[in-house]
């Protein structure tokens, strides 16, 4: 079963890296304070951004700000698993992301995207955004004007901004030593310490070290001497740093755990994090590839930071406590780094071991009633008291979670007031014709949920679902105004709602044209058909939360995916923004 092969995926790949290869570095505790923040370009995240990025005036990448800066930081029973695997599931090829393929960036200005790229905030507000974003910016594809170096570069730093690691590791992995830049090293320092993979810090050390002052490539270049086995060099090189005074000595003790376990020196000092005040992307590197457990706090700390998509690294991490690989789940399902299938394995792996009775209280329980109970209602059952235990705050999470479980249930009208639920998870995990499959069951009720199940279907379903004014009216009452003007912005967006009652309907809700640099380059990228550049454009309109997305931002960015060729993607976003928004 798809979901027993995560789960043991999830187990396989933490005994993959449980070695000495994990690590990222920045500032000390308290008692020490660094002397700057290792790597290069970790800081708190900018406040969000309401309106879209700016765009470069001329397509000049060097205008931009360095995007690596501010915001970019950045025996249990199985569960059965669907018979098809979700549109959201991550992608890790290059050549094929998710069907945008090499020309992507077909026919766009290199330097234009790029200065895109440099100007974008992590997270943004949308997981399907995210979702489409990494797999245009998987492309192989480089646009006209891009220096290959610098489209890596560019690339690989927003993907590590946005907590996909693995994927920058995709595209940095391959490049030849040759083709290194100061700004490639910065990046590859960065991603291979939020990959936990010292390793690979090895073949670009001694260029760091001299491109950069940062004490990171000192430390790299111990731990490197001891990985290759030359414990002089490592001794040599730990005991300068220690003379010099140039790293906190918390940071010292875990690039010497590094050597110890490295050069097979037998038990390696136990660490005490009882000082730590801090966490550094260096700390969690480097405790990771030691196979050391950090504390749930820190690793709170360090995700608020970097806007949560630290949370992505944690996915890769072995050695980790429960409860931090549960939140960790949790949030990069809602960013959108982690799938439902990589959720549900996860929920999955972290019930191995346990005996009956306590599996039925664990997550994983009521997660195998929704997926394996001998009844319809229990399955239902099942699925309701994860999302309503899962309160508003967590809801979005939860409809995650149980989107593959609901696609296998039969559409029955004895569960009409489940209905809504049902169909938003199922939106959420990009299931849509399963999902309209249940119009039928909610389209005569005149009830909250079947209105909101109406909604939902109007903007998420390939066509068949009534809209009319009468309906927008009805619903309306029962959501926020905003909510409310998302749903016109998307309708109109989808080319669903025309004529002179949706435009009376649109000037009372206060909804106008927009029309500035960003709404002309988006319209003009989705009627180009360049969808990796509508993919960049629509994530600088959503760097905010969902409750201060303008409307208006919706609307250009749904219609461009439209007019682009992607009107799956258009839906799953404009689902994503009713239920959300």
Known sequence: MAAKRLALALLAATALIAGPSGSQVTDAPATAPPKSLLPE???????????????????QAADAPDASRGGMVPGATPLPAPSASPPDRVVQTIRDPGGFGDAAFAGSDGRFVAG???????PGASRWSHIILRRALLTAGPPVGAAASEWVAERARVLFAIGEVDAAKALLDPLPPDQMTPQLIRIIGQVTLAAGDIPGLCPVADAGGAVSP?????????????????????????????????????????????????????????????????????RFGVAVAADVAIPLPLLTELAAKTGGTSWGWMLRAPGQLPAARAAALEAAAVLGIASADDFVGGIAAASAGLDR?????????????????????????????????????????????????????????AFATDAVDLIAAMLAVGVEDRAARWWPVVATGDDAPSRAAWALLAVGANGGIPVSPTQFAAWAKD?????????????????????????????????????????????????????????????????????????AHLRHIVAAWVAAGHGHEARMLAAEAVTRG
């Open 41 to 59: 370009g970790f800081a708190a995240p900018a406040a969000p951004v309401v309106e879209a990025a700016p765009l470069p005036v001329a397509p």
């Open 116 to 122: 895109l790229l440099r100007r974008l905030t992590a």
């Open 214 to 282: 940062d004490p990171l490539w000192r430390l790299a270049t111990a731990m490197c001497a001891a990985i290759g086995g030359d414990d002089v060099g490592a001794a040599s090189a730990f005991d300068r740093l220690h003379h010099d005074r140039v790293v906190d000595g918390f940071d010292l003790q875990l690039g010497e755990r590094i050597a110890a376990i490295s050069l097979a020196r037998g038990r390696a000092a136990n660490l005490d994090w009882s000082s730590v005040r801090t966490m550094t992307p260096y």
């Open 357 to 413: 009775s306590a599996l039925a209280a664990a997550p994983a329980g009521r997660l195998r009633d929704a997926y394996a109970a001998p009844t319809t209602a229990a399955r239902v059952a099942a699925l309701r008291s994860i999302v309503t235990d899962a309160g508003d705050g967590g809801r979005y999470a939860a409809l995650i979670e149980t989107g593959l479980a609901a696609v296998r249930l039969p559409v029955d009208r």
């Open 479 to 551: 959501v926020s105004p905003h909510r409310a003007a998302l749903f016109l912005a998307a309708l109109d967006g989808l080319g669903s709602a025309r004529g002179a009652a949706w435009d009376r309907i649109r000037a009372d809700a206060g909804l106008v044209p927009m029309a500035n640099s960003w709404t002309r380059a988006i319209d003009a990228a989705g009627a180009a058909k360049r969808p990796g550049e509508v993919a960049v454009l629509a994530a600088t309109g959503l760097q905010t939360n969902w409750r201060s997305v303008p409307p």
